[in-house]
């Protein structure tokens, strides 16, 4: 049974501790190094620049959106179903929110952890907040049809519509961009040989 993938065996499958001068009583610190394969996404610096604009007033507006849609008084609002709807896909919207800190940190070029970072926010939960969102969108049709039909009632799940929408369009918008990798050869031009053996362990050594 294969183990269970940890943040920190990500870490030290792609870092390597090597000791290098320092200008302390020993001489010398331990620095890690990122030799993992580089993820490269395949556009230009200008046209980066403008998905990292557009995906974050994505992200922004859908979440001022949410708020001002939440904060009408309105007794849908309090329906148990289309608030569990909600509420699990602001969760995920938290985490979307996260992934755009990586992306908006992100150079052309970045290192794996990074990349999964950003492509899970961006693709896995941007689908899943698509679709909560559509079902309170549902749920809030079913309840001005068959409960208390009202212009409060319409607008709240009209914005629970665009925000699923705007939602499924991030993770549009974030798949135009293909990637492929790179090999890292950072170790030698450092010069340095990472011992892979034990990753636990894992200190570079120079080749001299």
């Not at 309840?143 to 208390?148: D, E, H, K, T, V």
Request: glycine fraction near 4%; charged fraction near 25%.
């Amino acid at each position: 049974m294969a183990k269970k993938k940890t943040l920190r065996s990500s870490f030290e499958e792609n870092y390597t501790p090597v000791v290098v001068p320092a200008d302390n009583k020993r001489g010398e610190k331990i620095k890690y190094v990122y030799y993992g394969p580089w993820y490269v996404w395949d556009v230009s610096e200008a046209d980066f620049k403008r998905k990292k604009i557009l995906l974050t007033a994505l992200e922004i507006v859908s979440l001022i959106i949410f708020i001002v849609a939440a904060s009408i008084y309105d007794p849908l609002n309090t329906l148990h179903v289309a608030f569990a709807f909600t509420a699990a896909a602001e969760c995920f919207h938290i985490m979307e929110l996260a992934a755009l800190v990586d992306f908006l940190t992100a150079k052309v070029r970045t290192n794996k952890l990074k990349y999964q970072n950003v492509s899970r926010g961006f693709e896995f939960f941007t689908m899943l907040r698509a679709m909560l969102f559509a079902a309170a969108t549902f749920s809030g049709v079913l309840y001005a049809i068959f409960g208390n039909f009202t212009l409060e009632a319409c607008i709240i799940s009209a914005s629970y519509a665009l925000c699923g929408g705007m939602a499924w369009y991030t993770k549009k918008t974030y798949k135009e961009m293909e990637f492929y990798t790179e090999e890292n050869d950072i170790l030698k031009k450092m010069g340095i040989i990472p011992d892979k053996k034990d990753n636990s362990s894992n200190k570079g050594k120079d080749k001299k």
